[in-house]
């Protein structure tokens, strides 16, 4: 990947505390480094966006109206960001957007009129990498306690200690190929 347009976040264990199903925007709590790495994107002129699963609304235990809710907090607190899609599919439903596979990252970086091959997707889950994989976009993992260690292993090369070090870590990269 030579350029980054794009940064594409996974929101729950990512952006925000992981809170199982959270319905409720008083219960948004930024991890560290979230604004700070949303920021630095921004203040490279790089889009930025959330791509987030959200089974809880095919399981029927939120509603659309909830998630977007806890979105809009979740923006307020990040300082706004230029996306935020989500797959509201339960895991078993087949849909294409669900991460592993690519639609979210696709959908996204359409919406932003960037090629998704020139998008950097941050997430905490083999499911967040594999999904930016597929769409031929790169991903960094960001391990957390959530995250499997097998994961954490099997993408370790791929892989930053914490949101703010994957996104300088990326820009850096891209700096250094732009001067090559």
Known sequence: MSTVSAVLFDRDGTLVADVPYNGDPDRVRLLPGAAEAVALARS???????????????????????????????????????????????????????????????????????????????????????????????????PNEATAPAEAKRFSSHSAPDVLTAVRSALRVTAGRASA
């Open 44 to 142: 490279r002129g790089l889009a930025t966006g959330v791509v987030s699963n959200q089974s809880g609304i095919g399981r029927g235990l939120l509603t659309v109206g909830q998630v977007l809710d806890v979105n809009a907090r979740a923006d307020e607190l990040l300082g706004g960001l230029d996306i935020w899609v989500f797959c509201p599919h339960a895991p078993d439903a087949g849909c294409a957007c669900r991460k592993p596979r690519p639609g979210l990252i696709r959908t996204a970086a359409a919406r932003l009129g960037v090629p998704a091959a020139e998008c950097l997707v941050v997430g905490d889950i083999a499911a967040d990498v594999l999904a930016a994989h597929a769409a031929g976009a790169r991903g960094v993992l960001v």
